[in-house]
């Protein structure tokens, strides 16, 4: 483990890292369908499923691509958005840049952090213009290392994906944060890949993404359902991410691997679940399981027995409850003596016998 292990960021007072509640972050995304009541009934769906945040990507069809109809810029028909141009599918996917400031605004209002993945240098310059706590970078981004710097050099906190990043990758864009003076950072493993299958996650990353180099990590999650979200908890994911929708019906750009407001629900419960079971290290009775030393077996008298009496096997046995000592010793307490008279029923302890 790096020595200079970072144990947590900070996005505004909430500390997200080891030793501290998962934070859940709520992907918009483009599931707004370009419709701005329905972009904040998906920040109020959020809240109320009980996520920490909900997150924007900040771009134009302009900042990320051409318009252009050549093979390069269609989409193969393997794809989610098979046969699409690129500037197709941000016209239909991107959030209008007017709707942000206004939707940072109700976030704060209902009481949930907003903040945004930029894609080029301009929507970095549009983001601080609104004061997000934290910024994004997208896995495709990882090997933009002049974005990642001018961000870096922000100090705000940052979250990297890391999605078909080698270690090599990852390193230089890691390097990149740190040379500029930024030690804020959160690595996520991902599959960058729409929807992505199970055994494509390779969740046991996590850990080592994060040994690897001395920072927290969480997990984007592309898959469909919540089981492997949940599951990273137990790896140690300390932020997880997921797209969402209001609905899988309504065809938004991501609709097809978002959850849907009450199983973005049923993952806050279930990840909430998973930290309260993980616990400590810990050996021998808790306390939910107090009452239940009844079912264990200790060595009991089983006859009225009196003072100088000896002890046999007809009257002291292993039994049920646990209240008296422990069934190892039975040889050691066969053949001695009662120090006083005792009734039927009495467990068997040292200040009982000679």
């Not at 990852?170 to 996520?188: C, F, H, K, P, Y």
């Not at 938004?252 to 849907?260: Q, V």
């Not at 264990?296 to 009257?315: A, H």
């Amino acid at each position: 483990m790096s020595l200079d292990y970072i144990r947590h960021i900070e996005i505004g007072e909430r500390k997200v890292g080891h030793g501290h509640p998962t934070y859940i972050v709520a992907e918009m995304s483009g599931n707004h369908n370009q419709n701005f009541d329905n972009a904040i009934r998906l920040l109020e769906a959020a809240k109320e499923a009980g996520a920490d945040a909900v997150k924007l990507q900040t771009y134009t069809p302009g900042t990320m691509t051409i318009e252009c109809d050549e093979p390069p810029f269609v989409l193969p028909m393997t794809n989610t958005w098979g046969g699409t141009t690129l500037h197709e599918l941000y016209t239909t996917a991107y959030t209008p840049w007017e709707w942000q400031s206004d939707l940072k605004k109700k976030a704060e209002q209902v009481g949930i952090d907003l903040f945004s993945t930029p894609f080029d240098s301009t929507a970095v310059d549009f983001l601080e213009s609104i004061s997000v706590p934290v910024y994004k970078i997208a896995s495709f981004e990882l090997m933009d290392i002049p974005l990642i710097t001018k961000v870096a050099k922000l100090g705000k906190p940052m979250i990297m994906s890391t999605g078909m990043g080698t270690l090599a990758d990852i390193d230089e864009a890691v390097t990149a944060v740190r040379r500029s003076g930024n030690n804020q950072l959160i690595l996520l493993q991902c599959a960058s890949a729409y929807p992505s299958p199970p055994e494509a996650l390779n969740i046991k990353t996590i850990p080592h993404l994060s040994n690897a180099f001395g920072v927290p990590a969480g997990f984007s999650d592309h898959s469909l359902g919540t089981g492997a979200a949940i599951a990273s908890v137990a790896l140690g994911a300390c932020l997880i991410e997921k797209h969402f929708t209001l609905s899988r019906h309504d065809d938004g750009p991501d609709s097809a691997f978002s959850l849907e407001p009450h199983e973005l629900k049923q993952l806050v419960d279930g990840v909430r679940t998973v930290e309260a079971a993980l616990g400590e290290i810990r050996y021998g009775v808790t306390d939910s399981e107090a009452d239940n030393v009844v079912f264990q077996r200790s060595l009991f008298f089983v006859n009225d027995i009196e003072k100088g009496e000896l002890l046999t096997e007809e009257n002291v046995r292993i039994i049920r409850p646990g209240h008296g000592i422990a069934p190892k010793y039975f040889d050691l307490v066969i053949g001695r003596r009662a120090a006083m008279g005792v009734k039927r029923g009495t467990p068997v302890h040292w200040s009982l016998i000679t």
